[in-house]
DNA sequence: GCTTTACCTGAGTGATCGATCAATATAAAG
DNA sequence: CTTTATATTGATCGATCACTCAGGTAAAGC
């Protein structure tokens, strides 16, 4: 009965999750956005109703796929536990990868915005809460697994290693050899191992 | 033979910090400028030359400051790694002071600019590179002290640490309870602590 | 082919951006 | 007090901001 969209919803997302995390919030403008997404004005508008509307449908698509991911390289290790450390070892290797940044994108939206867009800082701290939530399975799969002291607080162990995440991504935007990165990922991907069970018992 | 200034250069240094640091670079007009250091644009133009010469001096104020605080935190503890941790647990405590924000404003920016505003995306930088440096004077302190294993690279030490404290100061942004943000903290002082070698002999 | 209905276009909205500069004000020097 | 040098003011610059909407376009149903 009428016209179909020229522009597929989801490869005019993936562009934008790019540039906006490349970029950032403020710092990307529509013009920017025309361009990437090769659209007009109406039809972003038309398609997602503002800019921070855009924006905030970028983020949950970086979330997702940012969840899945984690999901199937943990899904390739026995233990939920060496599967942690093998992430935490793999994003020592974040400049390899071509992305648009090497920090992530939740954390870069959370240090951006204030309380005058509160609504994109909200969700992007909800997805990071949500991410600390799926650590916190791994934790507790590592348990049932007899990988880890059942005395740990796995709540507290997601915090903590969100935290080296960030900070280890955060660290890998700075103008330093690819070395350097790996160095600092071994280094807390060892103090994570060290968390283990097993490797307790070969110490003792 | 001619004028003074109404404005103390120091205060409205202070003041631009305090709010480039609470809302970023582009979030921050001129407008926000002129009503924070009640200068009309003129007087901030030949006091300053740009919003980015202004923001520069303020990222360099901002690292002073940093550096001599944590120089003077240090002073008071006769062990130059118990300084460390202990600073390590005070930053647990970053919510109870009134910050502009609790994320480091090097880091902030770091994770803001990109190339268009290269110049200070690389005094960010390259502050945080005299960071690292200094962190790296205290493991050699340590070392000296017989704290520290001599065969650890004090240089790694430095980097894995400002690493998490990047990660700590940014995960404190998130929407979570003080007591969160001090458990992160204590975490992390506690595997700086393990480096110790006294309290690897108590362990032995 | 015609009608209907949705989609797309892009010039244009007022607001705000960072920055400039001629006019004015004021403190120091003579 | 006059002169001189500098500081301050605030109207204003062109550019760009996020955003709108009237008009043109094209696909689906008949």
Redesign the pocket.
């Known amino acids: 009965?009428?016209?179909?969209?020229?522009?597929n919803r989801q490869d005019s997302l993936e562009k934008a999750l790019q540039l906006f995390w490349r970029k950032g919030f403020?710092a990307?403008?529509?013009?920017?956005?025309e361009k990437a997404l090769?659209?007009?004005?109406?039809?972003?508008?038309?398609?997602f109703?503002?800019?921070?509307?855009l924006f905030q449908e970028a983020l949950e698509r970086y979330a997702q796929q940012s969840l899945q991911e984690l999901k199937h390289h943990l899904a390739s290790f026995d233990s939920p536990l060496s599967g942690l450390t093998a992430f935490i070892r793999g994003l020592g290797g974040l400049r390899d990868q071509d992305l648009p940044s090497c920090a992530c994108m939740l954390v870069k939206s959370l240090l951006e915005l204030s309380y005058q867009e509160q609504g994109s800082r909200q969700k992007a701290d909800n997805l990071l809460a949500s991410m600390e939530a799926f650590f916190t399975t791994c934790f507790i799969a590592a348990q049932e697994a007899g990988e880890l002291d059942t005395t740990l607080d796995p709540v507290r162990l997601s915090r903590r290693l969100q935290a080296e995440i960030m900070g280890l991504r955060a660290f890998a935007e700075r103008d330093v050899e690819n070395e350097v990165v790996q160095a600092v990922a071994d280094d807390m991907a060892l103090s994570l191992e060290a968390l283990s069970n097993t490797q307790l018992k070969t110490q003792r």
């Open positions: 009965m009428a016209r179909t969209s020229n522009h403020h990307t403008s529509l013009k920017d956005i090769d659209m007009r004005p109406g039809s972003i508008y038309a398609a109703g503002s800019k921070e509307g």
